[in-house]
């Protein structure tokens, strides 16, 4: 499906993940992107994922990439949480193409896709300080609140990832929002 001339955004197929290669050039994206999102709330050198978690997310037929002129430069991951709940996670935009639509074109994409299966909600947790506030996170619970995303509840690190807490840096909590993605299924919403 082509949005732009110069953006495509594209599901990989599941056998994408026995491409060493392109595994860990999005794990690289994703590393990347999150080493600065994220600054300061992991301890040095805890990296968000690998190319072996990558390659399961694909294997699985979750992830989604963005290309710009061809070459990968965004990506999010997709997946059914429950019968009537979609979830996005690991967006990422690369630092080199912000601004440019990447970021609305990929959850569009995954509201679609949530759409078509029939989900009736769009889920996903922004992991935020406790005790402080972070510019990028900032700028994501505004961006989230914009394009219809409200904030359901809220969850602690330590209680619902235990083995992700002792890689924190601060105390984290993750706040869980929720977009209704109505009733409308249009047939380019096929996806
Ligand atoms: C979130 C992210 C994917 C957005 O990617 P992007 O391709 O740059 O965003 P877009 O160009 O699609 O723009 C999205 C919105 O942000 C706004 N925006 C983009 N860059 C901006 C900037 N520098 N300052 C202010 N607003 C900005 C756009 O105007 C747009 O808002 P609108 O939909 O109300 O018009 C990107 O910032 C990113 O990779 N962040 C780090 C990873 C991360 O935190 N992921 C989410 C974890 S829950």
Redesign the pocket.
């Given at each position: 499906m082509t949005i732009a001339p110069e953006i495509e955004i594209r599901p990989l197929p599941e056998s994408a993940a026995a491409d060493g290669g392109l595994m860990s050039e999005l794990a690289g994206l994703v590393n990347e992107?999150?080493a600065?999102?994220?600054a300061g709330l992991w301890a040095g050198g805890a990296a968000r994922t690998s190319a072996a978690e990558i390659a399961g997310y694909v294997g699985a037929g979750e992830i989604v990439v963005a290309l710009v002129d061809g070459r990968i430069a965004?990506c999010v991951r997709v997946r059914e949480l429950d019968a009537g709940t979609g979830e996005f996670?690991m967006?990422?935009?690369s630092p080199r193409?912000?601004?440019?639509?990447?970021?609305?074109?990929?959850v569009r994409f995954a509201e679609r896709r949530g759409r078509s299966r029939g989900h009736a909600e769009m889920q996903?947790?922004?992991?935020v300080p406790r005790e402080w506030r972070h510019p990028?996170k900032e700028?994501?619970a505004g961006?989230y609140g914009?394009?219809g995303y409200r904030p359901v509840g809220t969850g602690a690190v330590e209680r619902d990832y235990p083995h992700l807490s002792p890689h924190l840096a601060t105390p984290c909590d993750f706040v869980i929002y929720r977009k209704n993605l109505g009733p409308a299924l249009e047939p380019a919403d096929r996806t």
């Open positions: 992107v999150y600065d999102a994220e965004g996670g967006l990422a935009a193409h912000r601004g440019i639509g990447l970021g609305r074109e990929l996903l947790e922004l992991l990028s700028f994501l961006w914009r394009i």
